[in-house]
């Protein structure tokens, strides 16, 4: 049995920083977006392997090649019977092609949609019925995750797929399992500036900020229906204090705590994630420059969205919105 901690948040909300920051623990291991597992052994194709196409270990190797990643593969071929994982052999996407890029044929998108929305409206069993497909994938999920807990001996492994519906077949189906959640939320203002710094022009800060409300009041609504309770960290707490956050987390699972949070990036092995995973050295800071630099009409309709379109208490509690 192995416990997994789920990070689930909206895009750009740091949590690759995160879970390289929990994983700092000697009894935690990073993954990084480990959903994307099976895809990266299967970019094998390409013949450019460096940190730019994100397609090598955080310790700069194929996964194929990488001395961690080897006895994982190991693992899930003598578990699997199988001489080679593919994403025949060893699907993990839920609701998705291996191949990243690949197109989603018209059947698959019509079934994830009608799964969220039988998820969304709490119709478990139905949702049960046509996620029948993706049962495979979650159990090679499971043996994913213990392989990984095998190779690594951790107590605990950390996964930022951040994927509230991929969660919910898991919890749902995988029973021999633990999976806890950390909800990572990030002010929505923040995020929004951070699309105009990098896109400028061609940003679109006002439909992030509508796709993040819909991500938390739909999370929220899900984790409510599972009875699950999840430990929220705020983006911007986490950067003015990571190791007061750090043990908070700690505390929960009933780990001891740190008294200095150290990052060592050569020796991690995150699948993939955010291209910070590659950085020499990491260096967490408050990077709130929205509040002076996010103009006054953006702020204001910014403002307006919350109002209207924020329906999750939990998270209207954070920022004090009405």
Known sequence: MSDIIHLISSGHSGSTLLDISIGSHKNFFSTGECTYFTWQLIRADSDIFNKKNGNVCTCLSKLDECSFWQKVITEIKNRKGINEITEKTFPIIVFGEEKYSKTKPLFKRIEKLLFKSLVKYN?????????LWERRKIKNLSILYDSISI??????????????FRYWLLKKIDKKNNHHVVLLVRNPKGIAFSDIRRYKDKAKPIAKVYGWCR?????TSILKSLNVNPHILVYEEFCRNPEKELNKIYDHLKQPNIKKLSINTSELHLVAGNPIRYNDEIHIRVDEEWKTKLSPEINDTIDGILETRLKSGLIKNIYNIS
Request: glycine share 4%; net charge positive.
């Open 151 to 164: 190779s690594s001996g951790a107590k605990y492994i950390i996964d930022s797929s951040k994927d509230i």
């Open 215 to 219: 991500k938390y009041n739909l999370t």
């Open 123 to 131: 119709l478990k069993s139905f949702a049960l019925l046509t996620s």
